[in-house]
């Protein structure tokens, strides 16, 4: 079991200070009204029989969710005319949190909901610990089939960024396809796998299974077994509690009592891979304001260092808009880091960004590279034609580059890693909406209606003939 204290009493134990900094990461809550919506939208509510339901939670965190089941469950037993007092309740809900501190703040919730229903006091808190364990949820032996609600936000993270005692402990632990990716995962195959046949499970969670490479084994596996109800795009702002970068959906499904097929993974018809090309995105930079130069600053950096660069919104529909500005590039065609002692007027443009530049997380432990982008950018890895696709669109768009551009890190360019492979040919097979159709039903929708076309989805597209 791992546990950790509350924040302003944190140990020196190598496991409470991973617990705590994962926790810090992951501490992101549910908005009242968003968790009643998903309650809903799985069923729990005070109008149904509860008297024999099962819910589970794996991540509680300050109690949102499981306050309201606990309030839920008990208006409906007295709707029946069930008196709380006189009901075996213990095995109606079962709750992990990882955070102690969190999950005492749960527990006293709990207790409070329970006083209010007329529980006594020493009976109240004996249901509140037996509800909300402070246990791991990833790392508990568990039954499948026992829940017919699982519920809740589970804890988002990309996978290289869960502290490594924790990360070590979970890849002994579960299966090789969901310990990878992002933390939610996990969280999302064990809530399946834990349904009972009709059941349902209602999440707030990022929409990054449904199209990124990782987590096409657990599409795969468990995409058969369930039914997706509904698969609603939401915007951050209104169901969290405090503000993140994340792309969040309303995802319920319910447990088929018999898995479907599982279809060919082989899609009919021609892929870009069969059409001879590969799918790239535009490098990451790190600071866009020191990298880019606008027209009216290029002379300011040796010209060899330069490319042409442009944003997602430069991509039309088949053209580009050329607004001038060009990118430092700090690899050398031969794959090498440039010596920047022979580049003096660049690197007095980019000591003016230096603060700015030292301060990011790339830089910290090596400040003698305090210019260093991301990724590495070299002006002669792009500067075959291309395709280019911006990553966020209302309808997907493409267009073709022939003169060299370095495309932003919201770009996907589309290159030939065949010599038979023509991007002007393709070009006139996705253009006029050939994209959008290859796309439609493929790539996931986000808060204002808008495509992303991920790499993983170009890739996977089938293109009319």
Request: charged share 30%.
């Amino acid at each position: 079991m791992l546990t950790v204290a509350p924040a302003d009493a944190i140990s020196n134990d190598p496991v409470d200070v991973d617990v705590q900094r994962l926790h810090d990461r992951c501490g992101v809550y549910t908005r009242t009204r968003m968790v009643e919506q998903i309650l809903d939208a799985v069923g729990w509510t005070e109008e149904a029989d509860l008297s024999r339901a099962r819910l589970l939670e794996p991540a509680v965190g300050n109690g949102a969710f499981l306050v309201e089941v606990v309030r839920r469950l008990m208006r409906s037993l007295v709707i029946r005319g069930l008196d709380p007092r006189n009901v075996a309740l213990e095995e109606r809900v079962v709750g992990f949190e990882l955070h102690d501190g969190e999950a005492t703040v749960g527990r006293s919730r709990l207790r409070r909901v329970l006083r209010e229903a007329g529980i006594e006091a020493t009976e109240a808190a004996r249901l509140a610990a037996a509800w909300l364990r402070t246990d791991d949820f990833l790392l508990q032996d568990h039954s499948e089939d026992r829940f017919t609600h699982v519920v809740g936000n589970p804890p988002y993270a990309r996978w290289s960024k869960i502290p490594k005692r924790l990360r070590v402990a979970y890849e002994s632990r579960l299966a090789p396809h969901v310990a990878k990716g992002d933390l939610f995962l996990p969280f999302l195959d064990l809530g399946i796998g834990m349904l009972r046949s009709g059941g349902r499970l209602g999440f707030l969670c990022s929409d990054r299974w449904q199209y990124m490479a990782f987590a096409t084994d657990f599409r795969t596996r468990r995409l058969p077994e369930v039914e997706i109800v509904s698969n609603d795009v939401v915007s951050s702002s209104d169901v969290y509690e405090k503000a993140v970068g994340i792309y969040p959906s309303v995802l319920i499904l319910q447990r088929r009592s018999k898995p479907l097929s599982r279809p060919s993974l082989r899609p009919r018809g021609r892929t870009l891979r069969d059409l001879g090309f590969s799918v790239r995105v535009g490098p990451a930079l790190g600071c866009t304001e020191a990298f880019v130069l606008p027209p009216e600053h290029v002379e300011e950096v040796e010209p060899e260092l330069l490319a042409p660069w442009v944003a997602a919104a430069d991509v039309r529909e088949q053209s580009i808009v050329d607004r001038g500005r060009r990118v430092i590039c700090l690899i050398d065609d031969a794959g090498r880091p440039r010596d920047m002692d022979g580049f003096p007027k660049t690197l007095r443009w980019l000591s003016r960004f230096r603060e700015k530049l030292e301060r990011r997380s790339i830089v910290r432990q090596d400040r003698m590279n305090w210019f260093r982008q991301i990724d590495r950018v070299q002006s002669g890895a792009w500067r075959g034609p291309k395709l280019l696709v911006p990553e966020l669109a209302k309808v997907p768009r493409v267009a073709l580059d022939e003169a060299g551009i370095v495309p932003s890190h919201g770009i996907y360019a589309i290159v030939p890693s065949e010599p038979s492979a023509d991007p002007t040919a393709l070009l006139a097979r996705l253009g006029d909406g050939g994209l959008a159709r290859a796309l439609d039903g493929q790539s996931p929708m986000v808060a204002g209606a808008y495509y992303r076309c991920y790499k993983n989805i170009l890739e996977r597209a089938v293109l009319d003939d």
